[in-house]
């Protein structure tokens, strides 16, 4: 005859069925995960661990997944594991494909920001000509100063310092085609105050904002090329009245110019003695039923 159980072994014999229920329920639920696919199982082990466990899970998880790739890119092509290596190092240091792309957006603007940072050391050594005409030459452009030929930089961005023996002559003519010339920027360029020709071609960072310091050059400016740039619209054109001694202004290929057609003429009453041009006139322009063309060789009225 059995001895009577005791409250201890009670509560053993108790805790032994709920690990063993604990442990077939476990069993299944994996089961059910493993058929899903091994990620899931994973997930699910992972999932179900305490927090505490869980931290010293993850990082000999994610030891062991490196260590699979790895090996597996060992016996891979060399253009693969190249492949395997740069994917393994942005999945490593990049949560998602927005994270990179923030990331690299702030390295750009970081970039312009510091093209555009101004020279006051040359400024205060040779005067305003010369900062100018070198801030416009670390962009990549030109310029020309009065009376001499212009000043280039050659295909590796380097150019002559002759022109610092130029302090007293003034630059009358930019060419800032293509630079990374932003708001700030514009404060080197805005002290040529001689300045007579300034194109500004396909400038990525110029915007409507920076229309509106143009005013600085009233006195005269004559020439002035917008062509290109992406982000200027009629509302930065409008600002443009002030420069009433303009003599030519292109504004073609303006993408964010909602009505060229009607921008233009607009302009034009703006600027009377200003030649306008890059645009068609009827570009844009938006014709009443009335005034649609009609066809009046064909037999069948419309």
């Known amino acids: 005859?059995?001895?009577?159980?005791?409250?201890?072994?009670?509560?053993?014999?108790?805790?032994?069925?709920?690990?063993?229920?604990?442990?077939?329920?476990?069993?299944?639920?994996?089961?059910?995960?493993?058929?899903?696919?091994?990620?899931?199982?994973?997930?699910?082990?992972?999932?179900?661990?305490?927090?505490?466990?869980?931290?010293?899970?993850?990082?000999?998880?994610?030891?062991?997944t490196r260590g699979i790739r790895g090996l597996g890119g060992a016996?891979?092509?060399?253009?693969?594991?190249?492949?395997?290596?740069?994917?393994?190092?942005?999945?490593?240091?990049?949560?998602?494909?927005?994270?990179?792309?923030?990331?690299l957006l702030r390295m750009q603007m970081l970039k312009v920001h510091q093209k555009?940072?101004?020279?006051?050391?040359?400024?205060?050594?040779?005067?305003?000509?010369?900062?100018?005409?070198?801030?416009?030459l670390k962009q990549g452009g030109a310029v020309k100063f009065r009376d001499k030929e212009w000043v280039r930089p050659n295909e590796r961005g380097h150019f002559s310092l002759e022109f610092l023996q130029f302090q007293a002559v003034p630059v009358e003519a930019v060419d800032a085609s293509g630079c990374n010339i932003n708001y700030e920027g514009l404060n080197s360029l805005l002290a040529l105050k001689?300045?007579?020709?300034?194109?500004?071609?396909?400038?990525?960072?110029?915007?409507?904002?920076?229309?509106?310091?143009?005013?600085?050059?009233?006195?005269?400016?004559?020439?002035?090329s917008l062509a290109g740039c992406p982000r200027i619209s009629e509302r930065g054109l409008a600002c443009l009245h002030h420069l009433q001694n303009l003599r030519r202004l292109d504004i073609s290929d303006l993408p964010a110019v909602s009505n060229p057609g009607l921008t233009q003429i607009l302009v034009e009453e703006m600027l009377p003695n200003c030649e306008v041009v890059g645009t068609n006139w009827a570009e844009g322009l938006k014709l009443g039923p009335e005034e649609q063309p009609q066809d009046t060789a064909s037999p069948v009225p419309a």
């Open 194 to 224: 001689e300045l007579r020709s300034l194109s500004l071609r396909c400038c990525p960072h110029l915007d409507d904002w920076c229309l509106s310091r143009l005013h600085s050059l009233a006195n005269s400016l004559e020439e002035l």
């Open 1 to 64: 005859m059995a001895a009577p159980r005791t409250v201890g072994d009670r509560s053993s014999w108790n805790l032994q069925n709920r690990s063993l229920l604990a442990a077939s329920a476990f069993r299944t639920s994996l089961g059910d995960q493993a058929s899903k696919g091994p990620r899931l199982q994973a997930q699910f082990l992972l999932s179900s661990l305490p927090n505490k466990s869980l931290r010293l899970v993850v990082p000999i998880w994610n030891r062991s």
């Open 116 to 136: 555009n940072r101004a020279f006051p050391h040359i400024e205060e050594k040779h005067g305003p000509y010369i900062a100018g005409a070198f801030f416009i």
């Open 75 to 103: 016996v891979a092509p060399e253009g693969n594991q190249k492949k395997r290596t740069l994917l393994q190092f942005l999945s490593d240091h990049f949560y998602d494909v927005m994270a990179l792309r923030e990331f």
